[in-house]
């Protein structure tokens, strides 16, 4: 991924940054998120909800390390974890989730109903 690449995905409105994660994460199967120093997935808060942040490619990931979240490390997962662990996490923690934010800015939010149905209709056509 080079910087041109970088620079005009970031600059996207978050609704079009969303459909860019769910055609990358179908056609690659893999996402990040970050975790913080004792190994947690971090979250952020807006009003009253708490948001599980995701991102698309790594470069994306470490572009958000700012504003309290500096040594938070990058981590990659894949359908299986979404499957095994991150659904079950989100679900039993009400999250809502932030796809792509972008540094300190909100990415798309979504529930995980939403999610879910976006990221299988996408997976579909790569059946």
Not at 53 to 77: F, I, M
Request: glycine residues 4%; negative net charge.
């Amino acid at each position: 991924m080079n910087q041109q690449e970088i620079e005009s995905v970031i600059a996207l409105e978050p609704k079009e940054r969303y459909k860019y994660f769910i055609k990358k994460v179908a056609d690659s199967e893999i996402f990040y998120t970050l975790t913080d120093d004792t190994g947690d997935y971090v979250v952020s808060k807006i009003d009253d909800e708490e948001l599980f942040p995701l991102w698309s490619a790594k470069e994306y990931t470490e572009l958000c390390k700012v504003n309290g979240w500096e040594n938070c490390q990058v981590k990659k997962l894949d359908l299986d974890d979404l499957e095994d662990e991150i659904i079950d996490f989100i679900a039993d923690h009400g999250y809502l989730i932030n796809v792509f934010p972008v540094f300190d800015k909100t990415g798309f939010v979504v529930d995980l109903t939403e999610f879910s149905k976006d990221l299988s209709e996408e997976l579909k056509n790569y059946g």
